[in-house]
């Protein structure tokens, strides 16, 4: 209960910041002296700060102390390290983006890489005078199968990493003291569409990626279900009958083989689709002008995906499936024949409830995901707002 109302005059603070102890009382329903007591708490944590004393009541009286959340109090870094592109964060206590960097991931061991990334996120948190103490976590997101609770990479073939131990290296090549926590794309994605994007508030979502890899995130009663070793949802080397082409993990046959970005290309140049250079966007362009082989392959595709859907459909049975990567921007080409598979093959009782939609977040979503991560699992917040020696 104590723990409930402190969360409650703390987001209450976050929210409507600058606010006196009075009007906290009246938005939270909470006793005046109960709002006092909670409020000298996180004074003295330092999530909160007075900011000086507000306009007189119209009842008259003392002008009221005004508060606001400290947003300065703590700072989250997110890095997603993607095949081409890697990004880094610096986000205040509210979730705010302060510093975005963007810069070619970088080549060499993962060592060197992960070296290079702790260097740019040293730089981004210079600039944006968040000193190191202050620092909650990193998140990371990486294209592949990651064991979240040992913080390791296990297999991206994109970025040719194996048994890499992201969480260590990067923790070594900050100068070690920052605890950092690792996911995988979809894993981030859905935690950041379930908290801000496609799928906020929702309480069971899933959310299916289709880039150059494809999986999924489980959201269960509002958290991310990683499995016993950070597999759970890897939906892309589901087998599929009749496809004996083999996949990156070693296996044949994959769904990966026939519905990631790559796969969709190789798809279309085969079945005749123009372009020298061709990508998904000039398959999808061809297919909005009407091309009949680049929709085909589009809808194949969507089909096919559909179907891996409908398994999860009926598996967990969520409110809310997102569909996010490259392919979900390819819009309804994709989603039309992705929605209609669902609705033939999966349970009629396991889709009452469901919405199908694409992310929001686009692209964003896989750092905003390592952000959110960072955030959720910052030690000093959790331990001031639900722990018993929230002053030390
Ligand atoms: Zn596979």
Redesign the pocket.
């Known amino acids: 209960m104590r723990e409930l109302n402190r969360s409650l005059v703390l987001d209450v603070v976050k929210h409507a910041s600058p606010i006196s102890r009075a009007a906290i009382a009246k938005e939270t329903h909470l006793a005046k002296p109960t709002v006092s007591a909670i409020v000298d708490e996180l004074l003295a944590g330092g999530l909160v700060r007075e900011i000086g004393v507000g306009a007189t009541t119209h009842e008259g009286g003392r002008p009221p102390i005004l508060l606001e959340f400290n947003t300065r109090f703590e700072f989250s870094v997110g890095v997603h390290v993607g095949v081409h592109v890697t990004h880094v964060v610096v986000a205040d206590a509210r979730g705010e983006a302060l510093i975005q960097r963007e810069m070619r991931t970088p080549g060499g061991s993962a060592a060197e890489a992960l070296a290079r990334v702790a260097e740019i996120v040293g730089q981004s948190l210079t600039t944006a005078k968040a000193p190191r103490r202050r620092l909650a976590g990193i998140g990371v997101c990486v294209p592949g199968l990651v064991d979240p609770e040992a913080g390791v990479c296990l297999l991206a073939p994109n970025l040719g990493w194996r048994d890499v131990p992201v969480a260590d290296l990067l923790a070594e090549a900050m100068g070690g003291g920052v605890a950092v926590h690792v996911h995988n794309t979809a894993q981030a994605c859905a935690v950041a569409e379930t908290l801000e994007g496609a799928a906020k508030g929702s309480k069971d979502a899933v959310l299916l990626y289709a880039g150059t890899g494809v999986g999924a995130g489980i959201i269960i009663d509002e958290r991310l279900y990683p499995g016993s070793a950070g597999i759970a949802g890897e939906v892309?080397?589901f087998r599929v009958q009749g496809v004996d082409t083999r996949?990156?993990?070693?296996?044949v046959g994959?769904l990966?083989?026939v519905v990631s970005v790559p796969a969709v290309v190789a798809a279309a140049r085969a079945a005749g689709v123009g372009g020298d250079k061709l990508t998904l966007e000039t398959v999808v362009a061809a297919a909005d002008a009407g091309d009949a082989a680049a929709r085909q392959v589009l809808t194949d595709a969507g089909h096919r995906l559909g179907t891996a859907a409908s398994w999860l459909v009926n598996l967990l049975n969520p409110d809310v499936l997102v569909i996010g990567g490259a392919l979900a921007e390819a819009g309804d080409l994709v989603l039309d024949p992705l929605r209609q598979a669902v609705a033939e093959d999966a349970l009629p009782q396991a889709v009452s409830r469901l919405s199908i939609r694409p992310w929001m977040l686009g692209q964003d979503a896989k750092v905003r995901g390592a952000v959110l991560v960072a955030m959720q699992k910052s030690e000093t917040f959790v331990r001031l707002i639900f722990g018993a020696d929230r002053r030390t």
């Open positions: 892309g080397h996949c990156s993990c070693g296996k994959c990966e083989t």
